[in-house]
C-alpha cells in the first residue's frame, strides 16, 4: 500500500479514476522514474499479499482478473497519453515497467 500512497501523492492534481491524461503534464519523476503506474503495481501487490495471508484462491483469481482490468486500462491510457504527450514514448523507452521495475520481473508482466 505504501507504493499506492506514495503514486497518489506524486500525482497530486493529475489523480483521476479516467483513462484520460491530465493537462498537468505526464509525471517521471519519484516513483514514477521507476515505473510507469505505480498506483496499480501498490494494488495488485496489496491484492496478491492478502490472497495469500488468507490463504484464499478465490481471491487470488480475483486478483489476476484485477490485474487484467488493469493493464488493459493502463494500455488504454498510455495511448491517450501520447495523442496528448508524444514525448512520452520516450518515458515509456526509459521506464519499460509498467507496474514493475523492469529488472525485477520477466518481460511479459513489464510490458
Known amino acids: 500500500l505504501g507504493v499506492t500512497l506514495i503514486s497518489l501523492v506524486d500525482l497530486g492534481d493529475s489523480l483521476s479514476p479516467w483513462p484520460v491524461p491530465s493537462d498537468n503534464g505526464i509525471k517521471t519523476s519519484g516513483i ?4 510507469r503506474h505505480p498506483t496499480y503495481a501498490g494494488l495488485i501487490a496489496a ?8 490463504g484464499s484462491a478465490t481471491r487470488l483469481l480475483l486478483t489476476f482478473a484485477l490485474f487484467s482490468l488493469l493493464n488493459t486500462k493502463a494500455e488504454k491510457e498510455e495511448v491517450e497519453i501520447l495523442k496528448k504527450y508524444p514525448d512520452y514514448a520516450d518515458y515509456q523507452k526509459k521506464v519499460k515497467g509498467r507496474f514493475f521495475p523492469d529488472d525485477l520481473v520477466p518481460d511479459f508482466l513489464s510490458k
Open 47 to 54: 491484492c496478491i499479499g492478502i490472497s495469500i495471508i488468507s
Open 32 to 35: 514514477y522514474a521507476e515505473i
